[in-house]
């Protein structure tokens, strides 16, 4: 332990400057030197964000009693998104801290339905392809339900469906796909997928956390996409992050249902303590009241043209990023027409030429199979995409040649 406790306080004028220090080291994704973690749509983005965040960050959206505000925040947000993603009336969902949470909550409810329909859940199982997530093996193990994963195709990238529908078996409660899945990019083929639970009458998850406050506006930017929401009779919920696509703070996601019957499952009624009664909708008791009210912001102030343009940038700057690969000689892995970008190039070894990007002040994503490199492209890559590219081919260069000093780890965490 080499720090204590300090027994006086400091000027936070000081304090300020060493977090700058601090903050020296970060990968710099102002300049779209970063292949995933920030989400960064302009300094007039940031702003709107940071304001609102500020102003509801001492409210707590646990009691939303006390603070109407954020109820009619989170409402909005809610409905918001239940209108972009086509959900029929009726339809009903809840803000949460993230992705992983949003997937927790539709796990539980999905449990805890089946329990309720008298489901012997204490050997149930969910169905996920190979690109799925790994939130749903967090969810799987805190709740006791088996998870099965199912291959996917090498070329495509997509589900082999024949052997997502073969794993379906009586202990099965939850079948889920993903729009798009984090490591291919690909969306996935939800019209197959969720008519193969719903002709079962089993719960199918659309996870659209990364992608789902960026299809949409792909799709009105002349992207073709199978259809991955409501409009599928069989999705009963979906998750979709706002601190990704949607440039909301972080700590802000959606989680949807179908209907008010299948979320009632989602809250957790408590009544065996002293404080009476607590009924929570999520699995946080307190939540931040800065989270809800930056995502409802910045939704209105972007509004679907803002994000449609902002989907038009990284789209422009993805086919100037597909070209400049090809040149170098990189293949790009699967069809994902959206940001995701999974390349490599046969017989480079992922290792030294991540550590020869990291050297030059870059920090890109990597998968594991294939061996390859991930980006995943916000605005700010339209501006650096020039660099990268350069950087990129002295990287390939210095690996061709042995002379890269490989990274040790390549890995999300
Ligand atoms: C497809 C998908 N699902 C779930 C998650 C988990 O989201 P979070 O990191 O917000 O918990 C991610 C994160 O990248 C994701 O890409």
Known sequence: MSKSFPEKGTPWEDLKSQMATMAADDIDWRHGRNGYNVFFAGEDVLKVVKEAY???????????????????MEDEVVEMALDLFKAP???????????TESI?????????????LGK????ANMIIPYSGHPAFNK???????????????????LPDLAAYEAAINEDTILMVGSAPAFPTGVVEQIPEMSEMARTRDLWFHVDACVGGYFAPFAERCGVEL????????????????????????????TVLYRSEELMKHQYTDVDCWPSGRMVTPT????????GIAAAWAVMNYLGQEGYTAKAQVILDTRAKMEAGLKRLGFEVYGDSKLMIINFGVEGVELYGLWGAL???????????????????????????????LVDLEAALAEVKAGKADAAEEVRYS
């Open 120 to 123: 012997d859940i204490s050997c």
């Open 226 to 253: 199978p259809a991955y929401n409501f409009t599928n009779p069989g999705v009963w919920s979906m998750s979709a992050d706002l601190h990704k696509f949607g440039y909301a703070a972080k700590g802000a996601s």
């Open 89 to 99: 009336d009726g339809a009903a969902g809840s803000m949460s801290s993230g992705g």
């Open 54 to 72: 500020g102003m509801f960050m001492s409210e707590n959206g646990l009691n939303q009693g006390a603070f109407p505000s954020l109820k009619t």
């Open 139 to 157: 969810a799987a193990h805190l709740m006791g339900i088996e998870i099965i994963r199912t291959p996917i195709d090498e070329t495509t990238r």
């Open 358 to 388: 990291h050297a030059r002040g870059w920090w890109p994503g990597a998968t594991s199979q294939p061996p390859a490199l991930h980006m995943m492209l916000t605005p700010a890559h339209e501006a650096a995409m020039d660099d990268f």
């Open 104 to 116: 927790l909550l539709a796990v539980k409810a999905c449990r805890d339905r089946a329990a309720s």
């Open 283 to 290: 699995l946080a008791g307190t939540r931040p009241g800065g």
